[in-house]
């Protein structure tokens, strides 16, 4: 039985690999596969609208998936120490993401609200919202890059406490398939100190004060 191998994040699916199977495609070989969906799709991959469509949409993967070449724990590696002892909570909130369901290979897109409790220092902002980043920009289930963004912050900068908050519109869900436009799936991690209920609401009520 073939084996399910999720890649480290710092691994990066396009790396070439040993395996025969397993090697990058060719930039060449990529364009030639958007022509062959053109086709699929009904089209004619020669007429002069599409012609150059197949090395757009090579470079358009190469800026939407460019999470696989991107580690997360370089961005959570410096943590600021002068902050006057501050230990209580930090929440970024409403921090936009699109990725791409692995299901269809079509976009979801939402918000990332995030919150943890500082050891030893803090975290530059916007590194939370490249870490989002980093995951978004790979094939995912919402759930996954939610746990994956909760764990990256655990591990690598050790906090007391790490809350992952995601709200999203999964356009496979609206666009094709069941078509329920605005439904949106809402999915959660709690680690360390959040895992107490008090501590989860007060995460929610902070995410959910109008600004
Ligand atoms: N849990 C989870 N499911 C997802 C996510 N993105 C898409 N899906 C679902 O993945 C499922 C795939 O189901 P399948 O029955 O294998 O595929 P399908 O026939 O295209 O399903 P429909 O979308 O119902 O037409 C669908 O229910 C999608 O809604 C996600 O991030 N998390
Ligand atoms: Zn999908």
């Not at 699916?13 to 364009?31: K, N, V, Y």
């Not at 997360?72 to 600021?80: D, I």
Request: glycine residues 8%; charged residues 25%.
């Amino acid at each position: 039985m073939n084996a399910i191998v999720t890649p480290k994040p710092s691994a990066g699916l396009l790396q070439e690999t040993t395996s025969g199977d397993q090697r990058r495609p060719t930039r060449e070989e990529a364009e030639e596969a958007v022509r062959v969906l053109l086709r699929w799709a009904g089209d004619d991959p020669s007429r002069e609208g599409l012609i150059e469509t197949p090395k757009r949409v090579v470079r358009a993967y190469e800026d939407l998936f460019a999470g696989y070449a991107d580690d997360p724990a370089v961005y959570l590696s410096r943590k600021f120490e002068d902050v006057a002892g501050y230990d209580e909570m930090v929440v970024v909130r409403d921090i936009g993401f699109a990725s791409h369901c692995e299901h269809h290979m079509i976009p979801f897109m939402g918000r990332v609200d995030i919150g943890y409790y500082p050891k030893g220092g803090v975290l530059g902002l916007s590194k939370l919202a490249r870490v989002v980043d980093a995951f978004a920009r790979r094939l995912q289930t919402q759930e996954t890059m939610t746990e994956q963004i909760a764990q990256a912050i655990e591990t690598h900068l050790q906090p007391s406490g790490v809350a992952v908050m995601v709200e999203a519109e999964h356009l496979c869900m609206s666009m094709r398939g069941v078509r329920k436009q605005g439904a949106s799936t809402m999915t959660t991690s709690f680690k360390g100190r959040f895992r107490d209920a008090t501590e989860q609401a007060r995460f929610i009520n902070l995410v959910r004060t109008p600004r």
